[in-house]
């Protein structure tokens, strides 16, 4: 055993066993201001990713596989129907070593057009009691461009990569469309799919983009430059979904299902994290804190607006769920209510590395209990 990987050792442990992740791991990282302990997870993902044993260590603990979980939406196919969502690796840093850690899928950003910093900070909030979390991170990323040279030297990774892109800081709602053209065609080549981010309550006036015209205008442009960039590099057109706020009223939905289906969007990624801070039960100065809020108190308006699409579009339109999944459980709330594939986020930092392995085995357990083929039988006979 080398240097490197004696230096790994206590973290791959806690890696292979929940409970020291929860008891060891979790309150050292707790103790840290949140962006320096995700920056620091962050650094340490991307000294393992460098190591070939490291990673295939990780793979070997943090993965489970079963050729039954494998789903395909929108032309792609996934291993399983449990995917990173976006905020976690928006520059795109981990994404080699992420499908390691069992994810179906990953999606890296918000990307915009233009590097930006973000908010002052502190921009992270933890509400251990609600298992929660408030950002209002603004969108900090190194931009589109760097972006890009990062994706060509690490490499396709083996999983589906989706691109949530959205609009710079500086740039007017009225110039949104051509600064989402750009990042779209500078992170065309490696996308699997795309996510158009309508919905960040952290960058002023952007949720506007979410209105009838503006959306339609937005979305056909992007539909252009799909067909445009597919006929140029001779390569198959992306899926373009778009990210909503949990926060819209039923008449904002539907102008939005119009304007998805005129559009021919692939599906809806439901949710983003909300402005609301209702039922939580952590202190009033931490609550007031401005910014999205995200983790367990999301579920269920995240999947009421799930029920919501589905039953609105038939559940023709895939639609990717997230905001508050932590175990199988609540995966299973929200393939109920309409879902095709889950993400996660705030339920990855509070449960741990080993959360996607677990949840794909007590999927497993579930499937086989039913007697189902495969998790697309288990869907579509609602026996969840
Ligand atoms: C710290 C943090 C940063 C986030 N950054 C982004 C982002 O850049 N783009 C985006 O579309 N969503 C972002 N999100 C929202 C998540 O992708 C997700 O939609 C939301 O947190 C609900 O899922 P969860 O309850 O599993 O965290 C962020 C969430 C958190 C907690």
Not at 168 to 188: C, P, T, W
Not at 318 to 337: C, H, M, Q, S, T
């Given at each position: 055993m080398d240097t490197q990987q004696r230096t790994f050792l206590p973290v791959i442990i806690a890696v292979k066993y929940a409970m020291i992740y929860k008891r060891l791991v979790r309150p050292l990282l707790f103790r840290a201001e949140p962006e320096a302990s995700h920056e620091r997870v962050l650094v340490l993902l991307e000294r393992a990713q460098r190591s070939p044993f490291l990673k295939n260590m990780v793979g070997s603990w943090c993965t489970y596989h079963d050729p039954r979980l494998r789903v395909e939406y929108f032309g792609l196919s996934f291993l399983n129907p449990i995917g990173l969502a976006a905020g976690f690796d928006k520059d795109a840093r981990v994404i080699q070593i992420l499908p390691k850690l069992g994810f179906g899928f990953i999606e890296i950003g918000t990307v915009t057009a233009r590097a930006q910093s973000g908010?002052?900070?502190?921009?992270i909030f933890r509400l251990p009691q609600d298992r929660a979390l408030i950002n209002r991170?603004?969108?900090?990323n190194s931009g589109a461009e760097a972006v890009a040279e990062r994706l060509e030297q690490l490499g396709k990774p083996p999983v589906p990569l989706g691109v949530n892109i959205g609009k710079s800081r500086d740039v007017g709602i009225d110039e949104a469309v051509s600064d989402y053209l750009y990042s779209f065609e500078k992170l065309f080549r490696f996308a699997d799919y795309f996510v158009v981010n309508v919905?960040?309550?952290?960058?002023?006036?952007?949720?506007?983009?979410?209105d009838r015209e503006r959306l339609e205008e937005l979305l056909s442009a992007l539909a252009k430059a799909n067909e445009k960039h597919g006929r140029d590099l001779e390569i198959n057109q992306r899926p373009i979904l778009v990210k909503i706020a949990p926060d819209l009223s039923w008449e904002q939905l539907d102008d939005i299902l119009s304007v998805a289906e005129s559009t021919r969007v692939?599906?809806?990624?439901?949710?983003n994290t909300t402005i609301g801070r209702e039922r939580l039960v952590s202190p009033g100065s931490v609550v007031r804190e401005a910014g999205g809020l995200s983790g367990a108190p999301l579920a269920k308006r995240s999947n009421e607006i799930i029920t919501y699409i589905s039953q609105h579009t038939e559940g023709k339109l895939p639609i990717i769920g997230v905001g508050g999944v932590f175990n199988a459980e609540d995966v299973f709330d929200k393939l109920k209510a309409g879902a095709s594939l889950v993400q996660t986020y705030t339920g990855f930092i509070y449960e741990g590395p080993s959360m996607v392995k677990q949840i794909n085995r007590d999927l497993m357990k579930k499937l086989e209990r039913t007697g189902a083929k495969n998790l697309s039988e288990f869907m579509e006979a609602k026996e969840l």
């Amino acid at each position: 055993m080398d240097t490197q990987q004696r230096t790994f050792l206590p973290v791959i442990i806690a890696v292979k066993y929940a409970m020291i992740y929860k008891r060891l791991v979790r309150p050292l990282l707790f103790r840290a201001e949140p962006e320096a302990s995700h920056e620091r997870v962050l650094v340490l993902l991307e000294r393992a990713q460098r190591s070939p044993f490291l990673k295939n260590m990780v793979g070997s603990w943090c993965t489970y596989h079963d050729p039954r979980l494998r789903v395909e939406y929108f032309g792609l196919s996934f291993l399983n129907p449990i995917g990173l969502a976006a905020g976690f690796d928006k520059d795109a840093r981990v994404i080699q070593i992420l499908p390691k850690l069992g994810f179906g899928f990953i999606e890296i950003g918000t990307v915009t057009a233009r590097a930006q910093s973000g908010n002052p900070k502190p921009r992270i909030f933890r509400l251990p009691q609600d298992r929660a979390l408030i950002n209002r991170l603004g969108f900090n990323n190194s931009g589109a461009e760097a972006v890009a040279e990062r994706l060509e030297q690490l490499g396709k990774p083996p999983v589906p990569l989706g691109v949530n892109i959205g609009k710079s800081r500086d740039v007017g709602i009225d110039e949104a469309v051509s600064d989402y053209l750009y990042s779209f065609e500078k992170l065309f080549r490696f996308a699997d799919y795309f996510v158009v981010n309508v919905s960040s309550p952290n960058t002023p006036g952007l949720r506007q983009l979410q209105d009838r015209e503006r959306l339609e205008e937005l979305l056909s442009a992007l539909a252009k430059a799909n067909e445009k960039h597919g006929r140029d590099l001779e390569i198959n057109q992306r899926p373009i979904l778009v990210k909503i706020a949990p926060d819209l009223s039923w008449e904002q939905l539907d102008d939005i299902l119009s304007v998805a289906e005129s559009t021919r969007v692939a599906g809806i990624v439901a949710t983003n994290t909300t402005i609301g801070r209702e039922r939580l039960v952590s202190p009033g100065s931490v609550v007031r804190e401005a910014g999205g809020l995200s983790g367990a108190p999301l579920a269920k308006r995240s999947n009421e607006i799930i029920t919501y699409i589905s039953q609105h579009t038939e559940g023709k339109l895939p639609i990717i769920g997230v905001g508050g999944v932590f175990n199988a459980e609540d995966v299973f709330d929200k393939l109920k209510a309409g879902a095709s594939l889950v993400q996660t986020y705030t339920g990855f930092i509070y449960e741990g590395p080993s959360m996607v392995k677990q949840i794909n085995r007590d999927l497993m357990k579930k499937l086989e209990r039913t007697g189902a083929k495969n998790l697309s039988e288990f869907m579509e006979a609602k026996e969840l």
